[in-house]
């Protein structure tokens, strides 16, 4: 009998995905390949959502898959430096979703928290832009970022370190957006318009809905996120942050 081959898989499964991000895209996301021939590499920016702390901002990461994918979860790492709890100073992301689907006591997650086949692209940058906003400060990458961030919490916003650094690396990234001829979207309306995206030679300029799935394969609706362009008062965003 022959044997399929997984990089074959891996791949049909990734164009099959980038195309549906191209006939369905979503607010937040620009995507592109790093390099047409290579399906396993993708330069991901993100839009920081209006009205929260990181407004205004252009954050590059880069999406590396691996050839069993989507059995094993690919790696996500960001190419600005980013200041924040669950982030290495590497800039890979440290999030449960990307953790193999191992059952490890030790690590204090459940295995439903962590990667299966059922997860995706999409999944994956709406965690992430929800863990902007909401760090876990129980297992923290960045330990110095953990401190100060409950610092900020529990002083009810009196503490400004770790804001004024999260500041900092928004206004730095203006001019990379500037050199890349990136308009960074500041307000509700622009953030939140939904149009089709026609595939480019450069790639695919991706944006996303505020639906995904769980691991059971749910409809999951992920509050912080989807608020931003459901509400346009979005009083209890505000009000968090």
Same mark, same amino acid.
């Given at each position: ?48 959502? =209006? +009205?929260?702390?990181?407004? @205004? ?5 880069? #999406?590396?898959? /691996? *050839? &069993?994918? !989507?059995? %094993? ?11 924040? =709890? +669950?982030?290495?100073?590497? @800039? ?5 979703? #990307?953790?193999? /689907? *191992? &059952?490890? !006591?030790? %690590? ?31 297992? !923290? ?101």
């Amino acid at each position: 009998m022959a044997q399929s081959n997984p990089v074959a898989s891996s791949q049909k499964a990734l164009m099959l995905e980038m195309m549906s991000l191209q006939d369905e895209p979503v607010e937040g996301f620009k995507i592109t390949l790093v390099n047409e021939s290579d399906m396993y590499n993708w330069e991901v920016a993100i839009f920081g959502p =209006p +009205n929260t702390h990181y407004e @205004g901002g252009y954050f590059k990461a880069l #999406l590396k898959f /691996p *050839v &069993d994918y !989507p059995y %094993s979860p690919p790696s996500f790492r960001f190419l600005t430096k980013m200041w924040h =709890p +669950n982030i290495y100073e590497n @800039g890979e992301v440290c999030i449960s979703i #990307l953790h193999p /689907p *191992v &059952d490890d !006591p030790h %690590s204090g997650e459940l295995p439903s928290e962590r990667w299966n086949p059922t997860q995706n692209v999409r999944t994956i940058l709406l965690s992430v832009i929800s863990l902007l906003n909401e760090p876990n400060t129980f297992s !923290p990458a960045n330990v110095d970022a953990s401190v100060m961030y409950r610092r900020w919490r529990e002083s009810k916003g009196e503490d400004q370190e770790y804001i004024d650094i999260i500041r900092k690396q928004v206004l730095a990234t203006k001019s990379e957006a500037d050199l890349d001829g990136v308009k960074v979207p500041v307000t509700l309306e622009e953030y939140c318009i939904r149009t089709k995206v026609p595939p480019t030679d450069d790639g695919s300029n991706l944006l996303y809905d505020d639906d995904y799935f769980d691991e059971n394969g749910m409809e999951f609706k992920s509050d912080s996120y989807r608020d931003i362009c459901l509400d346009d008062d979005n009083s209890d965003f505000d009000d968090y942050y």
